[in-house]
């Protein structure tokens, strides 16, 4: 069996080195168009920050290597420009050379490319980069050698952009971001990207959202916004996004789906017999939508390669799509996802709810413990678990697998209180916040607390509602919702008669645990509560103009 496979990297040599360990005798050739074959160009931002030292670090394996290991026929610079369906052929043009291969199996594994918007004078532009290979990592890394700058300007806020950001910064530049959404981080909703912002903005870096690049003038130093306004930028990092490389794939007939990306069936096979596709240029299933979507991350590009290699080998393996889960490293913060976010259940037309819970890392008492936000949506009626979000210091990467894993195994919101945790003061606490992600939802499922969310506060105060704010007078005083009434949680049953008995009552602390309590006090006392879903401390962070500070000092002002 001969099988060509057109781009390395993540997918491609992981079909390459598994098919070699399923077949000794097939004839392997790996074609890639630049010099690298296998690289780690998720830690590429790293080495413009210095953090990962050495450019070698980052080249995983050599042609030679993988010649010598696997006898695979690997063939860097050299790019496959047309493919022959009929006579199962690809033409490569190798330098000067052009020449022909045949094959049994055809493996597509091209990639992405970085997404250049419309600019005006974007041509012009001497400064402005796109990272996605060694190749894009040394020009910029040549460029701020040989130009010394001072400032740079980050074009989109995902998760390059971030890593950029944060790597542009430790070499001593002053960052600014620019992203044309409503907030940074688009899988992420809008108030647990406010946690990412934050922390952006505590390091240095000017972010502007709602903000769009249109021009760029003085040979791309000048960056005219959408608003009129000017960003003076020494460097330019552009990072809008990804689309597949399906040029080649369009040119020999495959057939294209949505966003570009690659149609395949379960069996990675393309529309066209014979020609199998993987990695960041074909749409996948998602898992719980079961819609076709592009998930451009290694971890899939790595599975799928792998197991598109077992079906050539005659093994059964059936492509079960993917939840697109991530995680970013923010300065000293981490943020992670995994599943939908509350957009795209929206645009799913997908019943849900969600709840925000605050924990520590590990036990609060053990010295050093950290404090993480996690955001947990599911379906009230059915305990089905849609998603999560996370964001803090430490332990983000453990929680979200946890619960990406728990999404894909089809447990349910009742099952997080039963998950079973390794526990000492040093590692985590005797209720995970996990567990407490779940007890919550669990909470709503079975009509023992009614939420609202973040958003929906201000129409409700409109409406008439009473906010009742139960953290201690202390906590109230040193910042506090507009409109809010403070009485402390110990003594709300005997101060029931301040309340009004003909509005909603609203309630909130500074997490939402002790709001609970009081809302199950308030009910069992005959009034119409509902409880702030995460409280102060999250529509502080994401509502911060709708927060008064010093509230004794502002009241006698």
Same mark, same amino acid.
């Given at each position: 069996?001969?099988?060509?496979?057109?781009?390395?990297?993540?997918?491609?040599?992981?079909?390459?080195?598994?098919?070699?360990?399923?077949?000794?005798?097939?004839?392997?050739?790996?074609?890639?168009?630049?010099?690298?074959?296998?690289?780690? =160009?998720?830690?590429?931002?790293?080495?413009?920050? !210095?953090? #990962?030292?050495?450019?070698?670090?980052?080249?995983?394996?050599?042609? +030679?290597?993988?010649?010598?290991?696997?006898?695979?026929?690997?063939?860097?610079?050299?790019?496959?420009?047309?493919?022959?369906?009929?006579?199962?052929?690809?033409?490569?043009?190798?330098?000067?050379?052009?020449?022909?291969?045949?094959?049994?199996?055809?493996?597509?594994?091209?990639? *992405?490319?970085?997404? #250049?918007?419309?600019?005006?004078?974007?041509?012009?532009?001497?400064?402005?980069?796109?990272?996605?290979?060694?190749?894009?990592?040394?020009?910029?890394?040549?460029?701020?050698? !040989?130009?010394?700058?001072?400032?740079?300007?980050?074009?989109?806020?995902?998760?390059?952009?971030?890593?950029?950001?944060?790597?542009?910064?430790?070499?001593?530049? /002053?960052?600014?971001?620019?992203?044309?959404?409503?907030?940074?981080?688009?899988?992420?909703?809008?108030?647990?990207?406010?946690?990412?912002? +934050?922390?952006?903005?505590?390091?240095?870096?000017?972010?502007?959202?709602?903000? %769009?690049?249109?021009?760029?003038?003085?040979?791309?130093?000048?960056?005219?916004?959408?608003?009129?306004?000017?960003?003076?930028?020494?460097?330019?990092?552009? %990072?809008?996004? $990804?689309?597949?490389? =399906?040029?080649?794939?369009?040119?020999?007939?495959?057939?294209?789906?949505?966003?570009?990306?690659?149609?395949?069936?379960?069996?990675? +096979?393309?529309?066209?017999?014979?020609?199998? *596709?993987?990695?960041?240029?074909?749409?996948?299933?998602?898992?719980?939508?079961?819609?076709?979507?592009?998930?451009?991350?290694?971890?899939?590009?790595?599975? &799928?390669?792998?197991?598109?290699?077992? $079906?050539?080998?005659?093994?059964?393996?059936?492509?079960?799509? %993917?939840?697109?889960?991530?995680?970013?490293?923010?300065?000293?913060?981490?943020?992670?996802?995994?599943?939908?976010?509350?957009? /795209?259940?929206?645009?799913?037309?997908?019943?849900?709810?969600?709840?925000?819970?605050?924990?520590?890392?590990?036990?609060?008492?053990?010295?050093?413990?950290?404090?993480? $936000?996690?955001?947990?949506?599911?379906?009230?009626?059915?305990?089905?678990?849609?998603?999560? &979000?996370?964001?803090?210091?430490?332990?983000?990467?453990?929680?979200?697998?946890?619960?990406?894993?728990?999404?894909?195994?089809?447990?349910?919101?009742?099952?997080?209180?039963?998950?079973?945790?390794?526990?000492?003061?040093?590692?985590?606490?005797?209720?995970?916040?996990? =567990?407490?992600?779940?007890?919550? *939802?669990?909470?709503?499922? !079975?009509?023992?607390?009614?939420?609202?969310?973040?958003?929906?506060? #201000?129409?409700? &105060?409109? !409406?008439?509602?009473?906010?009742?704010?139960?953290?201690?007078?202390?906590?109230?005083?040193?910042?506090?919702?507009?409109?809010?009434?403070?009485?402390?949680?110990?003594?709300?049953?005997?101060?029931? =008669?301040?309340?009004?008995?003909?509005?909603?009552?609203?309630?909130?602390? &500074?997490?939402? /645990?002790?709001?609970?309590?009081?809302?199950?006090?308030?009910? /069992?006392?005959?009034?119409?509560?509902?409880?702030?879903?995460? %409280?102060?401390?999250?529509?502080?962070?994401?509502?911060?103009?709708?927060? #008064?500070?010093?509230?004794?000092?502002?009241?006698?002002?």
């Amino acid at each position: 069996m001969k099988v060509v496979i057109i781009g390395g990297v993540a997918g491609g040599m992981s079909a390459a080195t598994r098919l070699r360990r399923l077949d000794e005798h097939a004839e392997i050739i790996v074609l890639e168009k630049g010099p690298y074959v296998s690289f780690a =160009n998720c830690g590429l931002p790293y080495h413009v920050s !210095e953090e #990962i030292e050495k450019r070698q670090s980052l080249l995983v394996q050599t042609p +030679e290597q993988l010649r010598a290991r696997f006898q695979l026929d690997v063939r860097p610079n050299s790019e496959a420009i047309k493919i022959d369906t009929e006579e199962k052929l690809v033409i490569v043009r190798s330098g000067d050379e052009i020449y022909t291969l045949d094959y049994d199996k055809l493996i597509l594994s091209p990639g *992405a490319k970085p997404f #250049i918007p419309p600019i005006n004078g974007l041509s012009e532009a001497k400064n402005v980069f796109t990272l996605r290979n060694i190749n894009d990592m040394d020009k910029i890394l040549a460029f701020i050698d !040989e130009s010394k700058p001072e400032t740079a300007m980050v074009i989109g806020a995902g998760f390059i952009g971030l890593e950029m950001a944060e790597s542009l910064a430790h070499r001593g530049l /002053q960052v600014s971001i620019v992203e044309r959404s409503k907030h940074v981080l688009s899988p992420f909703d809008e108030e647990m990207a406010a946690f990412v912002a +934050e922390e952006l903005k505590a390091n240095g870096v000017n972010v502007l959202t709602s903000s %769009s690049v249109v021009e760029f003038k003085d040979d791309g130093r000048t960056a005219i916004l959408g608003d009129g306004s000017a960003l003076e930028a020494d460097l330019v990092i552009l %990072s809008v996004g $990804v689309q597949p490389e =399906n040029a080649l794939a369009i040119e020999a007939g495959v057939e294209i789906g949505a966003r570009g990306g690659i149609l395949v069936d379960e069996n990675y +096979e393309t529309t066209i017999k014979d020609i199998f *596709a993987v990695g960041d240029a074909i749409l996948v299933k998602h898992i719980i939508t079961k819609e076709e979507v592009l998930i451009s991350l290694a971890s899939p590009a790595n599975r &799928q390669g792998r197991q598109v290699a077992d $079906v050539i080998s005659g093994l059964s393996r059936k492509n079960l799509g %993917s939840l697109g889960t991530s995680i970013v490293r923010v300065f000293g913060k981490a943020a992670a996802s995994t599943g939908l976010n509350e957009r /795209q259940l929206k645009m799913a037309n997908l019943d849900y709810k969600c709840v925000h819970v605050q924990g520590k890392n590990h036990a609060g008492y053990f010295p050093n413990s950290k404090p993480i $936000v996690l955001k947990l949506l599911f379906n009230s009626k059915t305990g089905d678990i849609y998603g999560a &979000q996370a964001f803090g210091e430490d332990g983000i990467d453990k929680r979200i697998d946890i619960l990406s894993t728990v999404i894909k195994a089809g447990l349910k919101v009742e099952d997080l209180p039963e998950l079973e945790f390794t526990y000492a003061p040093p590692f985590g606490s005797a209720k995970d916040i996990v =567990n407490m992600a779940g007890y919550a *939802a669990l909470n709503i499922i !079975e009509g023992l607390t009614d939420t609202i969310q973040w958003y929906e506060l #201000i129409e409700k &105060q409109a !409406e008439g509602a009473f906010l009742l704010d139960v953290r201690t007078a202390n906590e109230f005083n040193r910042g506090a919702m507009k409109g809010a009434t403070n009485i402390p949680l110990d003594d709300l049953r005997i101060r029931l =008669n301040e309340l009004p008995e003909n509005k909603d009552i609203i309630v909130s602390c &500074q997490s939402g /645990q002790r709001s609970y309590i009081a809302e199950r006090i308030l009910k /069992q006392a005959g009034y119409i509560v509902s409880n702030l879903d995460g %409280s102060f401390a999250l529509y502080s962070t994401v509502r911060p103009t709708e927060v #008064i500070k010093n509230v004794s000092i502002y009241c006698n002002a």
